[in-house]
């Protein structure tokens, strides 16, 4: 089964390779093995069980939490031609007893339902009767409390285990920590799964962190910069969608809100909006974007301190899903900080609080950070970036100024000292700060702060700076904020006031009326833009929009905007030369492939063609993850190491020899020392270093068919990697 793998993988979806661990994963679950997979949003963990399920007898299942989640990826493999079905509460009797007996007939490959459908009486002993042989957890990071997203009816997925031990289970998120994964293992009961994390870098994607003054006014200076592209702007309470969707549309964006709280055909109508492009942006609570599969978002604005970091890398991932740039930014005030410490401190279950209250100060870590962000990110999910500048993140492009401290940190942590020492007890960053600016409010007035000697020593600052302050002296450990968002004086602190140690910071990021990051475009991101004719682009996406509103469908469903901006970069006029666009797979062919040539034809026959200079290849940086490469990677350069030939190694684990040599090409990317002449000679390093001369992209079909297949894609892909790492630059 395994070696029909590659052949569908271009016949039904259109696509030449895998992406990285892809293959990995299929072949342990058509192995009957248990399995967790850590992938990045937009790294196609869905084809991870889609593409084994139409290899293998029987029914895939597969546990998705949200409704639209399972419409749009139904949509999705109807449009390529794969028998899939769902079963939710958006149908009626008569259509679900018609799913199920088409179920029982053998129809469908694929079957998406929730875990509270699952669990229904009698479901399980349906299971049976359509002959389920795989199982598919999406979004399993629901089922542990240390998640971002805990949902207590993923817990009883383990009845369904119970209940087919022998059923090969594959769990699937794109967030989550190494004590989340073993939590998603234990709670499922999986049987000596084996691990596949993935980097979670996102090298598409720019981060950049500005401070919240006037939220409404920087989301529309962001968005306006952007009027003909997606993005999805988050807000921590219902009221503020609305408020700011309605404050966008009056300034002329197609803007939409949604939340849970508004009424189901309201919601189900903004989301439709928002998918088939008649929205541009859509404001949502959180309630929004799990499994949403729009690969067009091109960015992602947080008006609101998100709750976690988990969450944070979570929604950010919603753009870019397409692997063209995309930004993400986030609107920061200590203030929302506090807010939700505020609601923590309301939770009545201990274990709870004490976990959101972590998470909440990593986040506000995050926010306060002043070195590469992609560097913090990553680390939190312990993975290591390479280097300490990563270009396509605000503290990289702009580095902030370093300023000798000493003075103004000694003013606040003798502040806070004073305080505790006046009143036996602690307060906030706020009123530290209002103290600090010489403030006259009435909490100062009664509890007597305006008699410390610390109070106005800072009046020259702003009280923003002073809080801005107190937050990098939390960093760094002087300080700390306890329960309640009371911020205090550390041991560490207590010393550097008596001994007066030089403090040095960092200047907190300004927003210059000539240049408002929040309107700039990163110009790191924008460089992984593929180059085409973008007017016959424009015409492209037109023709697109017409087929999907026919159809019904969102947009993407049909083509994705790679895809059409290959077609009109590559100018297709034959049904072979559109076949090897990616994306067009032979199902889609027959369905649009005559209305795409029509229009190309029809755009060339009044405008001229134009030419493009050759893609760089993608830079591959070598990652190393808490466990170093993947595990099931490790294994495979342990049996290597050991003597073994990918012959024998791939023989011992089941596993194909393509799949070993990709795991021995990760072991290059990240480092490892091996010998280049243990996997080809120099006659045939030659060989493909001369076929790749004039090669334009990442895929290695092309060169692969020029040398006739002699050279394995194997072979081509560590040859490729030691040349990345050696620093060769590819042959023009």
């Known amino acids: 089964m395994p070696a029909r793998l590659p052949a569908l993988l271009k016949q039904v979806f259109g696509y030449d390779e895998f992406r990285p661990l892809q293959r990995e994963i299929m072949e342990t679950a058509l ?28 029914l895939t299942v597969v546990i998705s939490p949200l409704i639209a989640l399972m419409k749009d990826q139904v949509d999705q493999l109807e449009a390529a031609g794969v028998a899939a079905t769902f079963l939710n509460s958006t149908l009626d009797r008569p259509e679900i007893r018609d799913r199920e007996e088409r179920l029982s007939a053998g129809v469908f490959k694929l079957l998406y339902v929730a875990p509270e459908r699952l669990m229904m009486p009698g ?82 994607l720019s981060y950049r962190v500005i401070p919240k003054l006037r939220a409404e006014r920087q989301v529309w200076e962001f968005a306006s910069a952007r009027r003909g592209e997606s993005g999805i702007v988050y807000c921590l309470a219902r009221k503020s969608t609305e408020s700011l969707a309605a404050a ?73 899903r397409d692997g063209l740039p995309a930004d993400c930014l986030l609107l920061y005030a200590p203030g929302d900080a506090a807010k939700l410490m505020h609601f923590i401190d309301a939770m009545t279950d201990d274990a709870a609080r004490a976990v959101a209250l972590h998470q909440l100060k990593e986040m506000v870590a995050y926010g306060d950070e002043t070195g590469c962000r992609r560097v913090a990110l990553l680390r939190y999910f312990g993975e290591a970036f390479p280097d300490d500048n990563c270009g396509g993140c605000d503290n990289c492009l702009e580095p902030r100024e370093t300023w000798d401290a000493t003075l103004d940190a000694q003013k606040f942590l003798s502040c806070l000292f004073r305080i505790r020492q006046k009143s036996g007890f602690s307060v906030g960053l706020q009123h530290v700060a209002e103290v600090l600016a010489g403030g006259d409010t009435a909490k100062i007035r009664r509890l007597e702060h305006h008699t410390l000697s610390t109070w106005g020593v800072g009046r020259e600052k702003p009280r923003v700076e002073w809080v801005a302050l107190g937050q990098q002296l939390v960093r760094l450990g002087l300080a700390c904020l306890g329960e309640h968002g009371v911020v205090e004086i550390t041991g560490e602190g207590l010393a550097a006031l008596k001994s007066r140690t030089g403090i040095m ?14 309107a700039t475009a990163t110009a790191a991101a924008r460089a992984g833009e593929i180059p085409c004719d973008e007017p016959l682009f424009e015409e492209l996406r037109e023709r697109r929009k017409d087929i999907a509103d026919t159809r019904a469908v969102p947009p993407y469903v049909i083509f994705s905007d790679v895809t059409l901006r290959s077609m009109a970069r590559h100018y297709p006029q034959t049904n072979a030369e559109l076949l090897a666009i990616p994306g067009v797979g032979e199902r889609k062919l027959l369905d649009f492939g005559p209305a795409f040539l029509a229009a190309i034809a029809a755009w060339l026959a009044e405008h001229p063609r134009q030419e493009f200079r ?36 791939a023989r011992a684990r089941s596993l194909s020899v393509g799949t070993i040599e990709g795991h021995l090409t990760l072991a290059v990317e990240t480092g490892e020392a091996l010998d280049p002449r243990a996997f080809y000679t120099a006659a045939e390093e030659e060989e493909m270093r001369a076929a790749l001369i004039g090669h334009e992209g990442p895929s290695l079909g092309p060169v692969f068919d020029k040398l006739s297949g002699r050279m394995s894609y194997g072979k081509w892909r560590l040859y490729r990697a030691f040349a990345a790492r050696a620093g060769v630059p590819p042959p023009r």
């Not at 000596?192 to 980097?199: Q, V």
């Open 31 to 58: 192995a009957g093995r248990d399995a967790v997979a850590i992938l990045p949003t937009g790294a196609g963990k869905s084809l991870c069980y889609q593409l084994p399920a139409l290899v293998r007898s029987g």
């Open 123 to 204: 479901f399980i002993q349906r299971l049976r009767v359509w002959r389920m042989t795989a199982l598919a957890v999406d979004e399993a990071h629901c089922i542990s409390a240390w998640g971002h997203d805990f949902r207590p009816d993923y817990r009883q997925l383990a009845a369904v285990r119970a209940a087919f031990p022998e059923v090969p289970t594959l769990a699937l998120t794109a967030t989550a920590t190494a004590r989340v994964r073993m939590d998603i293992a234990e709670q499922l009961h999986l049987r000596a799964p084996e691990f596949f994390i993935a980097s979670f870098n996102r090298p598409n």
């Open 248 to 320: 966008l549309r009056e300034e002329g964006l197609a803007a939409v809100a949604y939340h849970a709280g508004l009424e189901a055909p309201v919601r189900t109508q903004n989301q439709e909006a928002f998918l088939r492009d008649e929205a541009k942006i859509v404001c949502a609570t959180i309630a929004f974007g799990m499994g949403i599969n729009k690969p067009n978002v091109r960015y992602v604005i947080h008006a609101d301190l998100p709750k976690n970091v988990e969450g944070y890398y979570q929604e950010t991932g919603r753009a870019g």
């Open 505 to 518: 910071l960092t200047r907190p990021p300004a927003i210059a009326a000539k240049d408002n990051p929040a």
């Open 614 to 649: 050759a893609l760089a290849p993608v830079a591959t940086r070598p990652m190393r993850i808490e466990m170093g490469i993947n595990g099931t990677a490790l294994e495979t350069l342990r049996q290597w190491r050991a003597g073994r030939t990918v012959v024998e190694i």
